[in-house]
């Protein structure tokens, strides 16, 4: 056990302390956290938009504006826009005074054959990287208003002629899934919201990231020390199987620190920053997720990451245990395609997607992203986690067999019946 500690303890020092793992764990969570801090001190500086009849929402500051009319179309101001936002102007050159002492942001010249021409003259100096081009949405309404004789339930109309609706009566291959907008959890269900949508997915590719980037450190490690005959050196006074322990654990814990950070970050701003981010008030993302991801991620990681190690023990370099890799990178691969094509993470509970949970090798990404969307009946999730420790104790004891001494120092070229064979050949 002392020796295995020695091991863990070297293999997570020498992780933890590159500058690229730093980078990577603490630099870009660091900078996802300020952007969203500076995001959220814009938005918290500026007023929200009108929501009113015409069902426009601008995410920007609503500014006065000047308007001259020499059409004499404009008889009144819409009552559903803000007191002052508009301020009438008897020339351009009123106009023009008034945009330079910051009285106004922008003025809109309404020419004479407005009506025959449909031309509006917009003066708008101060188009920025962080706004938009203006608010001319304000005239736009203003002027349909006052063509329509003031009367705003039918400009209305005219704004928005069809409120469309849509069922798919299609119940095949579960498309009648959208038949009611669901932004209460994350998934497919919240059309009318992309950041809510997107969650399930972004969870898979996370997954699928520090799950790969784990095994592959992991690969590398064993077969690097292979190649230059530091094994060689170890087994002398290190048993294989408490090497090989001690580098699973140890390496596990430096995957799991930066995959822990990423997720609590991305966690806690889909709780705290709603606002911000422009969320559904009745949108929920449970703590109880966190636990499901660690769950599932811990045993991913033990299941791909031992079958690598087997890989680095029985390729006789780098160059070949890289080639073979592809062996154990395709299920891997397969699983992280099937888990994000829409039959699966559109409709998360039937079908396809409930296979891909319970396979072992794919359960890690397609369980994920269903216990990101919610519903999983326990006994799945339960049946889930079972198979994946049954199969990582099969794999862990082949493993072992490929950490013995005559493994670890012979010269055999890499094959995969050679891997079959001393992995499984015992079980």
């Known amino acids: 056990m002392h020796k295995t500690w020695l091991v863990f303890r070297h293999e997570l020092i ?3 302390t590159r500058r690229t793992y730093l980078l990577l764990t603490f630099g870009i969570p660091l900078l996802v956290i300020v952007a969203f801090v500076a995001i959220s001190l814009v938005r918290d500086g500026s007023t ?3 929501v009113n009849r015409i069902g426009y929402q601008e995410e920007q500051e609503i500014k006065v504006e000047g308007y001259i009319d020499r059409s004499g179309l404009i008889e009144e101001i819409p009552s559903d826009l803000k007191d002052g936002l508009l301020i009438s102007f008897d020339d351009e050159a009123s106009a023009k005074l008034a945009l330079a002492d910051g009285k106004i942001s922008a003025y809109y010249l309404i020419p004479d054959d407005y009506i025959e021409s449909g031309y509006l003259y917009y003066v708008y100096p101060s188009v920025t990287p962080l706004s938009s081009e203006g608010q001319d949405w304000v005239m736009r309404w203003t002027l349909l208003v006052n063509l329509l004789g003031g009367d705003q339930q039918y400009a209305h109309k005219v704004w928005h002629p069809v409120d469309l609706e849509v069922h798919n009566l299609d119940t095949s291959a579960g498309y009648d899934r959208f038949s009611e907008e669901d932004c209460s959890k994350p998934g497919y269900a919240c059309e009318s919201n992309p950041i809510v949508q997107t969650i399930p997915l ?3 590719v996370l997954i699928y990231i520090f799950i790969a980037g784990g095994a592959s450190m992991l690969l590398r490690n064993v077969a690097n020390e292979k190649q230059n005959r530091m094994i060689e050196i170890l087994i002398t006074s290190v048993d294989p199987i408490q090497m090989f322990t001690g580098k699973l654990i140890g390496l ?15 966690f806690t701003l889909l709780r705290v920053g709603g606002g911000t981010l422009n969320l559904p008030i009745e ?3 449970p703590v109880s997720l966190l636990f499901g991801w660690l769950v599932f991620f811990l045993l991913g990681y033990a299941l791909y990451a031992s079958l690598m190690a087997g890989v680095g023990a029985l390729a006789p370099n780098l160059k070949e245990a890289n080639q073979a890799v592809g062996l154990i990178m395709l299920p891997m691969a397969i699983g992280y395609m099937l888990s994000i094509l829409p039959p699966t993470i559109e409709v998360p509970h039937d079908g396809l997607a409930l296979v891909l949970s319970l396979f072992p090798l794919t359960a890690p990404f397609a369980m994920v992203m269903r216990l990101v969307i919610g ?4 006994w799945q999730v339960l049946l889930s986690a079972g198979l994946l420790v049954l199969s990582i104790v099969i794999v862990v004891r082949g493993v072992a067999s490929a950490f013995r001494a005559q493994s670890l120092l012979s010269g055999q070229p890499f094959t995969v019946k050679r891997f079959i064979t001393t992995m499984f050949g015992g079980v």
Do not use: C, K, M, R
């Not at 519903?375 to 326990?378: F, G, K």
């Open 14 to 16: 020498t992780s933890i």
């Open 48 to 50: 929200l938009g009108e």
């Open 202 to 204: 972004a969870t898979i």
């Open 252 to 266: 596990g814990v430096a995957s799991l620190i930066p995959t822990l950070i990423w997720v609590s970050t991305g």
């Open 283 to 285: 949108f929920s993302f």
């Open 375 to 378: 519903d999983v009946p326990a």
